[in-house]
């Protein structure tokens, strides 16, 4: 089991960056692929970006590459998602999500393949 704690929201202008971070429990995090998930009032959740174990393989969802960077620290237990550039359009609560294992660029964006998920952690971008 893992347990997984975001931190690093707020309110930022567009245009603006905020770093978040996951926390995870445990001794296996290397173990895990890693996701950060989105999910804005009224819509569906949705991924952002994904990591494999050992961090070699990153995904990004359409709408991030360039502005947004996944990354991961092992010795730490934790995940990182850089955000740059932040249009109101990012506005969500933003979730951390591990699964144990590989996953594939098909099925890092699918949120069933997780079976961890932090509590969120809230992103406001004013214009």
């Known amino acids: 089991q893992v347990q997984l704690v975001e931190s690093g929201g707020g309110l930022v202008q567009a245009g603006g960056s905020l770093r978040l971070s996951c926390a995870a429990s445990g001794r296996t995090f290397s173990s895990y692929a890693m996701g950060w998930f989105r999910q804005a009032p009224g819509k569906e959740r949705e991924v952002v970006a994904a990591?494999?174990?050992?961090?070699?393989?990153?995904y990004y969802t359409d709408s991030v590459k360039g502005r947004f960077t996944i990354s991961r620290d092992n010795a730490k237990n934790t995940v990182y998602l850089q955000m740059n550039s932040l249009e109101p359009e990012d506005t969500a609560v933003y979730y951390c999500a591990a699964v144990r294992g590989y996953v594939t660029s098909y099925t890092a964006s699918d949120a069933r393949t997780y079976n961890h998920w932090g509590q969120g952690t809230q992103v406001t971008v004013s214009s």
């Open positions: 990591i494999s174990m050992a961090g070699g393989n990153t």
